[in-house]
């Protein structure tokens, strides 16, 4: 029998090379922590599944294909894949100004240089006074726009590529969840940010990775195609690659199956809420329907959400002058080994889950990481990447 068991699991893991190096990753990733984690590969055409961990700290049982997770900033690749998408179609421009998709009332966003100037107010006739030690002399500046510059407006590509010059995070925050910061950040809190706010260097050029900017995108989106960005992102991309349990807003079905998530330190954390920010980190997933996301993204098929999605893989520019990071819509890239082999890749974190996917679309294989926990899964991702890589030379 015992011949016969050794012989089955020889003859299993012939067939599947990489469980050993899951295997390891896995259980360095887990150690001494809470949380389920689910790792997928897909290599040869053959896809993967595999589950660690448990899906409740008071249950030992592992998690399944259909459980959900919060997938965060990969969110926001989805968000440009939906821009590439009306490109393409001809309903939005991918270098479109946008203040042109965004409601007639809001304030347009440009970078414009200022010029300061000292303002001259004349003789100060106390100035000699006898008590110069006790006065502190100084001239007011006043700062007006360069008139001789013409406004440089914002792209709809750069808010994709993260370089748009305008912040992370907006500066009106008002939420009183302190884990939670974006939960009641509204559309109308979105334009009231632009409404006072100056963008004050060069834009297009520079890579500043802005949560806010992909937020205004799923917001130009939503007003040219009069639609909620939910709606739209479901009828175009989910809908067309079979993601039929991924979503942004969960129903009561998908309540229950929406997986306990742990902070970093592994302490139950709250189902994270999003407003306007929910085209940047809103979107749940399954392991189901993320080994579907990746598959799409390293098919060697030529219809048009290939086409699509293969746009969104064209880098743009590099993150760094003194790193290899390359930015693309939507996703990162990084050599993979010294032979120029690229992975293109994203991640992302809310307060109680963690989320990765990353291919080489050259060799049509790729993972993603799916964790319970707030702990980055882009180490385990990229290594996974970079070790199946060298095994198969």
């Keep these: ?32 922590g809470n949380g389920a984690l689910v790792i997928g590969v897909k290599t040869n055409g053959v896809s993967h599944i595999y ?8 249950k030992n049982v592992l998690p399944d294909s259909s459980d959900i997770f919060e997938i965060g900033g990969i969110t926001e690749t989805f968000t440009s894949i939906v821009l590439a998408d009306k490109a393409m179609k001809g309903e939005m421009r991918i270098d479109g100004r946008l203040q042109d998709y965004l409601d ?5 966003v440009v970078y414009q240089p200022f010029i300061c100037q000292p303002v001259d107010l004349g003789a100060d006739p106390d100035y000699n006074s006898g008590d110069d030690y006790l006065r502190v002399k100084f001239k007011p500046i006043m700062c007006l726009p ?9 792209l709809l590509c750069y808010l994709a590529s993260h370089t748009s010059g305008i912040p992370d995070l907006p500066n009106n925050l008002h939420s009183k969840i302190s884990d939670q910061p974006l939960s009641n950040y509204s559309k109308d809190d979105l334009y009231a940010f632009l409404k006072d706010y100056h963008i004050e260097n060069p834009i297009g050029f520079d890579y500043r990775h802005s949560q806010l900017g992909i937020a205004l995108l799923g917001q130009a989106i939503s007003v040219r195609m009069q639609k909620e960005y939910e709606t739209i992102l479901t009828e175009c991309i989910l809908d067309s690659l079979g993601m039929g349990s991924s979503t942004i807003s969960l129903s009561d079905e998908q309540k229950l199956k929406l997986l306990q998530g742990h902070n970093k330190k592994g302490v139950k954390a709250a189902a994270s809420s999003f407003k306007a920010f929910a085209p940047v980190l809103g979107l749940h997933s399954t392991p189901e329907d993320m080994m579907k996301f990746l598959s799409a993204n390293i098919s060697i098929s030529k219809d048009h959400i290939s086409n699509v999605l293969d746009y969104t893989h064209n880098p743009r520019l590099k993150a760094k002058a003194n790193d290899d990071t390359e930015i693309a819509l939507g996703w990162k890239i990084n050599s993979v080994n010294d032979q120029g082999m690229k992975m293109v ?30 702990k980055s899964t882009d180490i385990l991702g990229r290594e996974l990447i ?8």
């Design 1 to 32: 029998m015992s011949c016969i068991i050794f012989f089955v699991c020889s003859a299993l893991f012939a067939q599947d090379p990489v469980k050993g190096l899951v295997d390891k990753l896995a259980g360095s990733y887990l150690e001494n």
């Design 51 to 58: 589950y660690y961990g448990k899906k409740a700290s008071d």
């Design 104 to 108: 007639a009332n809001v304030p347009a």
């Design 146 to 154: 360069d008139s001789s510059y013409e406004p440089q407006p914002v």
């Design 345 to 374: 890749w994203q991640s992302g974190m809310t307060n109680g889950f963690a989320a990765f996917v990353g291919f080489v679309e050259t060799s049509h294989f790729g993972v993603f990481v799916l964790s319970s926990k707030a």
């Design 386 to 393: 970079k070790q199946i890589v060298a095994n198969s030379n």
